[in-house]
């Protein structure tokens, strides 16, 4: 067995016995923890005295006081002493532990107040203390199990297996969310499902993808394939800022893969007819006069109209309400390019995109700038059909 499947070990060897009794639920959850496992155990005596005596007394189905006071004996015995909850900042051990207080399905008191010390001693770790704040809100144990179970990766009753399941705090999406105009950032592999299918789908829905986690990011999807990192202990800092981001108050949902594809694959942009038209005229220009042209053409009769400026330094076009001015407009999209007379800095990029759901982002190539530009230009005209309808 592993180092790190032995902290684990040791801490749910812990939380199952930190309330001094112990079940058939949790005994049924470690003898298939320690029989995935066995492979890799070979020649432990603790695992296989620790099996031994788990067989034994699931033998009849019932488990009398002498046997519960020997297998908890053996137990102390494999951990040599027990300090429970157990003095640790291994977050492998915490899960561990967790692991053990959830495998029967309830949390006691006297469990919930040895959760809430181990999580104390890793406070410091923004999942710890997001757990730590939604243990204390939670008003059933239905909840607290939840929430233990998001956090642990424990999922025995649900699945069958015992393997390590991404741990995370994960939101419910609703079944009636709105994507328009959200910003979504995924972190880590969605198994099957390439990254450039995702962004497209998203794109469909009439929401954005962003690179990094802020306060204006709506959605964090975690994909599967995190949870190989997070056997590490390598959380990565996308979900961290989460964390961090939501325990300061910030509206953002934290939702696994299969949260995110099961409420959104069968979604479709409601506004997808007008996006399509503006995305088909539009196309793909290939230089400032053509995208002006194009723009200008779908600005007729509508509540949208486009200008141009120029100057030394730059020329460039931008979307506007009515007669709104360019500072003031209601939609400030605007498609910069700079001259290269000795106006750029070194290192800087010629091309600049601006849309009223992102901030300005530059670019190398026209070709670049210019699809950016259409996809700001889409939601702008969606938009205002949207206010129009």
Known sequence: MGQLDFVRLKGILSGITTDKQINEKELLFLDAWLRDRLEYAAGDGDVTDLLQQISDVLED????????????SLID????????????????EVFGFIQGVVSDGIVTDKELSNVLKIVAQN??????????????????NDEKVALLKSFSGHYFEETGTTQNWSSFLSDNLPDDYDFQGKKVCFTGEVIGVPRSTLKSHLNKLGGLITKTVSKNTDIL????????????????????????LKLSGVELLIVSADEWISKSHNRIDPLLGVRSKVQAIF??????????????????????????????AYEGMAIIRGSESYMRGEFALALIEHRDDGYELEGSKPWAVSGETQGT?????SRSAFDKFGEHLARAFAACSQTTD
């Not at 189905?61 to 908890?72: H, P, R, S, Y």
């Not at 196309?283 to 007729?300: I, T, W, Y």
């Not at 982002?361 to 190539?365: D, L």
């Open 61 to 72: 189905g019932v488990i009398t006081q002498e046997e519960m006071e020997d297998t908890l």
């Open 221 to 244: 999807v975690v994909g599967d394939g995190c949870s190989k990192g997070w056997i590490q202990s390598n959380y990565g800092t996308k979900l961290d800022s989460a964390c961090k």
């Open 77 to 92: 015995c494999i951990l040599e002493y027990r300090e429970n909850p157990p003095e640790t900042t291994s977050l492998q």
């Open 283 to 312: 196309g793909s220009p290939v230089s400032m006069d053509e995208a002006f042209d194009k723009a200008k053409q779908l600005c007729e009769n509508s509540p949208l109209s486009v200008i141009r400026y120029r100057d030394e």
């Open 123 to 140: 406070i410091h770790v923004p999942m710890c203390a997001l757990l730590a704040e939604r243990l204390k809100k939670a008003a059933t």
């Open 361 to 365: 982002v530059n670019y190398s190539k």
